[in-house]
């Protein structure tokens, strides 16, 4: 634990924490725990977290899979002070601005394919809402007002508007939504981890991709408007699809005319190793891209959906200056937002942040795998700096005790890591983490020096 000289709270933390717990509803707040004490998020810098008293921890998550650049940089600050003073707001209904004309072109440019044109929203909820009333403006304006169903898949996460909720495939008993019944189908797990005994991975992938072609079928093709699908489904536990799925999904959806949108939103600007995922990394040119996090680590919100130009000039021309596509924000293009995208985006050129990543990852995943050897470790996974690890009883352990164990693995290595320095985001049975791209490989091996550590310790107690 490191001390830090440099931490001075003018408010005590039992104070902040008395607040939060009487009055901030957290996000996915548990009501169960709603009042527990978390640990206080003082200051930051680099990958690092510190709490009031100065204690010191690697920030495994990257915040929420968002802190690319690290924490702390000053050019960030000058950036978003500067903007603020030439100009912090103009509608983006009335006017153009420099920095959002700007960082359009840049993602333009960045963006696979002909996806050219960028809808900026504020998150990464709002860019798939945005995705999705774009494919029902689309299908309206070509005639055909029916094809608006839109294929998720369980264990996806697409956010918590409630469009984004509805083709959620994450917890959904908990939250239930009327639109599903309507406009959503959803599809089952592609994780390979789960496939029936003794089927190969190719199989599997065959199986899914053939599920894709079923649910598109069963709805009827003229009614379904879209598949959204991450790249490597984050929230649900980083599951990497099969290799070839991406393509092959991909050709499912040209042959029935459904829309491919990929979320890009946890992917997106390096977290594997280039600005986007759906081309560099699984070869394939979505129809649409939603994108946020990465695109100003975190310094600001913002969030884009990025349309191709195909899509765009689909619309016939006789349309084009009757119709509007009636979807807009107040801080659509927000000039702060853009000028913090703009200068992540120099940072991330300039200090090579893509290539260290690429660079840096094999050693990320080898550690990742080797916490496999673990008897209480079921299964590692992950691409690029995204990882996770899935606790499971051992072979024989009675029933009760594995039920146990699923629930409370990854509630005990997050308490042993976060003790030891090191914050990871458990997830029931799995914990995961994404940090701050700009790690260096000895700090990565810190990081999985700890959950090593933990994971041991929460083997010695639980088997
Ligand atoms: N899509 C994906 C893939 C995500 O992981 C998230 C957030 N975790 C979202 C959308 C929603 O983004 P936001 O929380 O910025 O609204």
């Known amino acids: 634990i490191n001390a830090d000289p440099g931490h001075n709270a003018a408010i005590p933390a039992e104070a902040v924490q008395e607040w939060d717990n009487e009055h901030f509803v957290h996000p996915w707040e548990s009501i169960g ?6 640990t206080i998020a003082a200051r930051a810098e680099g990958i690092y977290l510190y709490d009031p008293d100065g204690k010191k921890y690697i920030d495994g998550p990257g915040g929420m899979w968002c802190v690319q650049i690290g924490y702390g940089r000053r050019e960030m600050a000058d ?22 004309a700007l960082l359009a072109k840049r993602i333009a440019e960045m963006a696979p394919g002909d996806l050219n044109s960028v809808f900026f929203t504020t998150g990464g909820s709002s860019a798939v809402d945005s995705a999705i009333r774009f494919v029902q403006f689309y299908n309206n304006m070509k005639g055909r007002p029916e094809k608006k169903i839109v294929i998720g898949r369980e264990k996806g996460y697409h956010g918590s508007t409630y469009l984004a909720a509805s083709v959620t495939g994450k917890e959904r008993t908990k939250s239930r939504l009327d639109f599903e019944d309507r406009l959503v189908r959803l599809i089952g797990n592609v994780n390979p981890y789960v496939r029936p005994e003794g089927m190969s991975v190719e199989d599997w992938c065959d199986a899914k991709v053939n ?34 799925y991406h ?24 977290r594997l190793g280039h600005w986007f995922a759906s081309e560099d990394v699984f070869g394939i040119t979505p129809d649409i891209i939603t994108c946020a996090k990465g695109l100003t680590s975190g310094y600001l919100p913002m969030g884009a959906m990025i349309l191709s130009d195909r899509l765009w000039n689909d619309i016939s021309a006789d349309d ?7 979807n807009g924000y107040t801080y659509s293009g927000h000039p702060v937002c853009a000028a913090a995208a703009l200068k992540n985006i120099e940072i991330f050129e300039r200090e090579g942040i893509l290539e260290h990543v690429r660079e840096i990852t094999p050693h990320f995943q080898e550690r990742l795998n080797a916490l496999g050897r673990h008897e209480i ?40 890591c976060e003790d030891m320095g090191l914050i990871v985001r458990p997830l029931i049975n ?25 994971v041991q310790q929460v083997q010695d107690e639980m088997l």
């Open 247 to 270: 393509k092959r999904t991909l050709e499912v959806c040209r042959k029935y005319d459904v829309l491919y949108i990929s979320d890009e939103v946890v992917t997106g600007f390096g």
């Open 430 to 454: 799995q914990c995961v983490f994404s940090p701050p791209l700009i790690i260096t490989l000895d700090e990565v091996d810190q990081m999985f020096d700890i959950l090593e550590t933990a």
């Open 79 to 100: 950036a978003i002070a500067e903007q603020t003073m030439r100009l912090p707001y103009t509608s983006p209904w009335a006017f153009a601005a420099e920095p959002s």
């Open 320 to 326: 084009r200056e009757h119709i509007m596509f009636s």
């Open 33 to 38: 725990t709603a009042d527990a004490d978390r």
């Open 211 to 244: 599920e894709l072609e079923q649910a598109i079928l069963d709805a009827g093709p003229e009614n379904v408007g879209a598949f959204i699908a991450e790249p490597v489904l984050a929230s649900g536990g980083v599951i990497v699809p099969p290799p070839g």
């Open 377 to 416: 470790i079921g299964d590692t996974r992950g691409v690029g700096l995204i990882g996770c690890v899935e606790g499971v009883a051992a072979p024989g352990t009675p029933e009760s005790k594995r039920l146990a164990i699923d629930t409370e693995f990854g509630a005990r290595v997050d308490e042993k």
